[in-house]
């Protein structure tokens, strides 16, 4: 099992930045693909975005792209979610999630992942 940490969550005016952090330890970073979803109070769990190390390729949900952008450091086991121009309807618990790199379920599907962090909350205001 891999250990999942996030950070970075806050309060920001629509138009703002954020930068989540995800810092895994407990296997090599290398055995894992990781993406990022959001889950808002009353609704179901929503994938944000991932990326396929091996590949060097990266996912994003419509809602996102163009705003978000995934990354990682692999010497720091941690991948990172930068959030520009956010919008109220971006406000929710953002969660690391890491999967096997052998794993054939679909990227986007949240039961494709083993591996999930404690959330850390984003809240936009208008």
């Known amino acids: 099992q891999v250990q999942l940490v996030e950070s970075g969550g806050g309060l920001v005016q629509a138009g703002g930045s954020l930068r989540l952090s995800c810092v895994a330890s407990?296997?090599?970073?290398?055995?894992?693909?990781m993406g990022w979803f959001r889950q808002a109070p009353g609704k179901e769990r929503e994938f944000v975005s991932s990326?396929?190390?091996?590949?060097?390729?990266?996912y994003y949900a419509d809602s996102v792209k163009g705003r978000f952008t995934i990354s990682r450091d692999t010497d720091k086991n941690t991948m990172y979610l930068q959030m520009n121009n956010l919008k109220p309807e971006d406000t929710a618990v953002y969660l690391c999630?890491?999967?096997?790199?052998?794993?054939?379920?679909?990227?986007?599907?949240?039961?494709?992942?083993?591996?999930w962090g404690q959330g850390t909350q984003v809240t936009v205001s208008s």
């Open positions: 990326f396929i190390w091996s590949a060097d390729i990266t």
């Open positions: 407990g296997r090599p970073f290398s055995m894992y693909n």
């Open positions: 999630a890491a999967r096997s790199v052998l794993s054939s379920g679909s990227i986007y599907r949240s039961a494709s992942y083993d591996n």
